[in-house]
């Protein structure tokens, strides 16, 4: 079992920086594939970032050369840092620990508003 906590969402002017975190608690986190979902407003969930086991990243096409997912296995713990934040980019962020099962956060909000 795994629990999974967001945080650092919050308001952005277009062209700013934000920099999410999601901490699992639960043993053997290195063991799973994190995620990034985001969900904006009357849209379905979509993939934002992946990242390995082994720490290969993959990314939605709307945000390559923008967000960069890592992951500190020490710390449980898996970021997603965003910049040249869009309007578009408002969303409310999941993160997702996918292994035999998926565990997901209750989700952190980003709005981009100028």
């Known amino acids: 079992q795994v629990q999974l906590v967001e945080s650092g969402g919050g308001l952005v002017q277009p062209g700013g920086s934000l920099k999410l975190s999601c901490a699992a608690s639960?043993?053997?986190?290195?063991?799973?594939?994190m995620n990034w979902h985001r969900q904006a407003p009357g849209k379905q969930r979509e993939l934002v970032a992946g990242?390995?086991?082994?720490?290969?990243?993959n990314y939605a096409d709307s945000v390559k050369g923008r967000f960069t997912i890592s992951r500190d296995n020490a710390k449980n713990t898996v970021y997603l840092e965003m910049n040249s934040l869009k309007l578009e980019d408002t969303a409310v962020y999941y993160c997702?620990?996918?292994?035999?099962?998926?565990?997901w956060g209750q989700g952190t909000q980003v709005t981009v508003s100028s």
């Open positions: 990242i390995s086991i082994g720490g290969s990243t």
């Open positions: 997702n620990a996918r292994s035999h099962s998926d565990y």
């Open positions: 639960g043993s053997n986190f290195w063991l799973y594939v």
